[in-house]
């Protein structure tokens, strides 16, 4: 009974969130920004209970198993949850249905944390869709606009289509190998043509999940058209929770096959990065752009995972804690301006730095983290994604991702530059920053250089595998 | 002649193939749901002709087949109320309508 208590802590508690949202707002007669801040404490000690307490422990029959790192992994979900409801309480205040949104929200939190922890392809699947199709209802949730009913479409479309494939490789598994539980399948691999073709088809459904190169054609547009709350829950939270997933499922459960996803990996990340760089290049709003980097961040991400199961776990993860503030504290600063000024393009952002200059140094901040400059926490990040995937000994496929780093260096400094040193006749008037959105950027501010500075962060993480 | 695994998997994989050049040739939102809810019944035929032909021992397959066809329900109400939406907006379900967000 105790076990079902501690090691399903992060689930308990956002299940509660969810069930005590549901009851205030059938109550009624409760002000939204109240609601907000009940939303936000809870997330809170979600976070901080998340990163204490981890063990080893399975439930369910190996349905659901849990270890010290999945634990930080559902940690790091959920601080990254909490940081989005700081940053975008502009415009959480101003809906109508705040209650309804987190209750979406963390019920697709609960499916990554189900996700993560899953031992069985059943399991896998109904956590997947639990984590996906709430999504696609936030993703409409601008009911008005409507770009927004346009994401919303091409995001489940594009959704249901990927779990089809899914299921379609989970079936011819299933008839492969004659069970569903991972533990079992990976002692039936053999790299027969059957198994081969199967996990192409699981491969493409992450592929899809995780925006990788001939699949991401979704992410721009939903990530331009859906809510800038939604948009960073996208880019951020599910990004990092299917990155967890895939690493669990080429490790754990498709290690015998091996070269066939090593091979896989290089194309599709080559493939990944070129082309979120090129695209990045030329995109003039700001929530496109940043979907252009976020898909060329993935590249970097696959890099590190075509290592083997230790360093590139680590790598990634660590990589991922890094995104995680950088992303959000760029979606931080596009939320605040677009909700005050409307202004989302990246020509209004000229001159920024004489009107608001605390938003600006933080902007810089994020994009020289994102685009990999030392004394930030992104070039620590990249570093050792490089260095991972470098001990395949195929340099060659480390210098393509090295070339592509520095691509990426154009476009970030492009805005920073039109920030600080471009003049602009029709600048954005300077913005009130709320006290909560205010301490979620410091915050961001503060986990960009010190999770770079403080190497007891990584061997934390490496002690944890 | 008995239907065999062959002639199941063959049914199968077509309706999966037909599923799929629905999505992609269809211009109507309904029409493309409908392609993916060809697909998933393919999937369930699939599992359905694995668990009694390969692995009639354990129920694996057909519990899966129930929790898909679960899901599928789920999936296709809250693509339909999307789709309303963009109907509202839009006045019209043709995808090709849809088409702001670009490039």
Redesign the interface.
């Known amino acids: 009974m105790n076990d079902y208590l501690v090691l399903m802590k992060s689930e308990w508690l956002i299940t509660i969130t969810i069930f005590l949202l549901l009851i205030l707002k059938v109550r009624g007669e409760m002000r939204s920004d109240r609601l907000l801040s009940i939303a936000q404490v809870m997330l809170l000690i979600a976070t901080i209970v998340g990163f204490l307490f981890n063990r080893y422990g399975r439930l369910f029959g190996s349905m659901y198993y849990t270890n010290p790192l999945i634990g930080f992994q559902k940690a790091l979900l959920t601080l990254a949850t909490y940081l989005i409801s700081l940053l975008c309480a502009d415009w959480f205040k101003k809906t109508q249905h705040l209650a309804e949104f987190f209750i979406l929200m963390l019920t697709a939190l609960l499916g990554m944390f189900l996700m993560i922890s899953s031992g069985n ?2 399991m896998f ?2 956590s997947l ?1 639990l984590s996906t ?1 709430p999504v ?2 936030l993703a ?1 949730f601008d ?5 927004s ?6 995001m ?2 594009s959704s ?2 990927s ?3 899914l ?2 490789g ?3 598994f ?2 492969a190998t ?3 539980s991972f533990s079992a399948m990976s002692n039936h691999l053999s790299g027969e043509p059957l198994q081969t073709l199967s996990f192409i088809f699981l491969f493409t459904a992450f592929a899809f999940k995780l925006s990788v190169v001939p699949f991401h054609l979704w992410t ?2 939903v990530y ?2 859906s809510p800038i709350a939604v948009t960073s829950f996208l880019s951020v939270v599910s990004k990092s929770a299917f990155a967890f997933v895939f690493l669990i499922a080429i490790y754990k459960v498709f290690y015998p096959l091996e070269k066939t996803w090593y091979w896989l990996l290089v194309i599709t990340s080559i493939a990944t990065m070129v082309i979120g760089n090129l ?1 990045a290049i ?1 995109q003039q709003n700001m929530k496109r752009f940043l979907a252009y980097s976020s898909i060329a961040q993935v590249g970097f991400v696959l890099v590190g995972a075509s290592a083997g199961m230790s360093s590139g776990t680590s790598s990634v993860v660590y990589f991922m804690l890094i995104y995680t503030f950088s992303n959000l504290a760029a979606f931080g600063v596009v939320s605040i301006i677009s909700e005050r000024s409307g202004k989302e393009n990246m020509t209004d952002y000229k001159g920024l730095s004489r009107s608001n200059p605390f938003l600006s140094w933080v902007m810089a901040l994020a994009l020289f983290s994102l685009a990999g400059i030392p004394p930030t926490a992104g070039f620590f990040g990249k570093l050792f994604l490089l260095t991972a995937g470098a001990s395949r000994e195929n340099y060659w496929f480390i210098v393509i991702a090295t070339l592509n780093m520095i691509i990426s260096l154009y476009y970030y400094l492009r805005v920073v530059r039109s920030m600080f040193m471009e003049k602009n006749d029709n600048p954005i008037q300077s913005v009130a920053i709320e006290r909560s959105v205010y301490f979620g950027l410091i915050l961001c501010g503060v986990g960009i250089v010190v999770t770079g500075l403080f190497s007891w962060l990584y061997q934390y993480i490496v002690s944890l595998i | 002649m008995h239907p065999g695994l062959n002639h199941l998997l063959f049914v199968s994989t077509s309706l999966f193939f037909i599923g799929v050049y629905g999505f992609f040739t269809r211009r109507n939102l309904v029409t493309i749901l409908m392609s993916v809810e060809l697909i998933l019944n393919s999937v369930n035929l699939n599992f359905i002709a694995f668990n009694k032909y390969l692995w009639p021992h354990r129920l694996d397959g057909a519990f899966f087949t129930v929790f898909v066809i679960a899901i599928a329900a789920a999936e296709a109400a809250v693509a339909i109320a999307i789709i309303i939406n963009l109907y509202r907006s839009h006045q019209s379900i043709d995808v090709e309508k849809a088409e702001e967000l670009k490039y």
């Open positions: 392809l059943l699947y109904l869709e199709i696609a209802a409409n009911l008005e606009k409507r770009i009913s346009e994401a919303a479409m091409k489940i479309l249901a289509f779990s089809g494939v299921l379609f989970i079936s011819l299933y008839g004659g069970t569903i721009a547009d331009e058209g695209f030329r």
